[in-house]
């Protein structure tokens, strides 16, 4: 799948830490902006690179990669996630982190995960984001995310969200 010369695909255990570097990035970003929806202790208590390695030998870390091979995006997509009731078949996208300095990157991710999504015959798309951070929830709102009620993970508190694949 291309969109801009960039392609969805599998991450490989080698190509882990680079992703995991989006990761870092992102997170200083937010930082930087006195945004609070990754907290840099608790998140990396949480995800550590060792959980990014891990679901790169489960087959489920992603990157969108540019055409020089550069990573501009980060995602784990599962098939299955138990923070969601049960109800319709769907990919769950966790951990997005777009590069900070490739505008529309996180937007074009996320079309290829619909476009995969798709492809492999699920209902929806299905994410949650920081209950905190409006701006976030607006931005999913206006892809076609709807909400769909409240999560909380540790300290975390989120939204859940879906997109129905029609």
């Given at each position: ?23 870092l990035r992102r997170i200083t970003w ?52 138990d923070r969601w009731p049960a109800g319709?078949?769907a990919l769950y996208i966790h951990n ?71």
């Amino acid at each position: 799948m291309t969109d801009q010369g960039e392609v969805l695909r599998l991450a490989s255990l080698e190509e882990a830490p680079r992703l995991f570097q989006l990761i870092l990035r992102r997170i200083t970003w937010l930082e930087e902006r006195g945004i609070r929806q990754w907290e840099r202790d608790d998140y990396l208590t949480y995800y550590p690179l060792t959980y990014f390695q891990e679901r790169a030998r489960n087959g489920a870390l992603y990157g969108l990669w540019r055409p020089d091979g550069a990573p501009n995006v980060v995602a784990v997509l599962l098939e299955e996630d138990d923070r969601w009731p049960a109800g319709g078949s769907a990919l769950y996208i966790h951990n997005l982190a777009a590069n900070p300095d490739a505008p529309g990157a996180g937007e074009r991710m996320l079309r290829q995960c619909m476009a995969l999504a798709k492809a492999m015959g699920k209902d929806y798309l299905r994410l949650d984001c920081g209950r905190n951070n409006p701006a976030l929830n607006d931005y999913y709102e206006r892809l076609g995310f709807s909400y769909v009620g409240p999560m909380e993970v540790g300290s975390y508190q989120g939204n859940l969200r879906q997109r129905p694949l029609l």
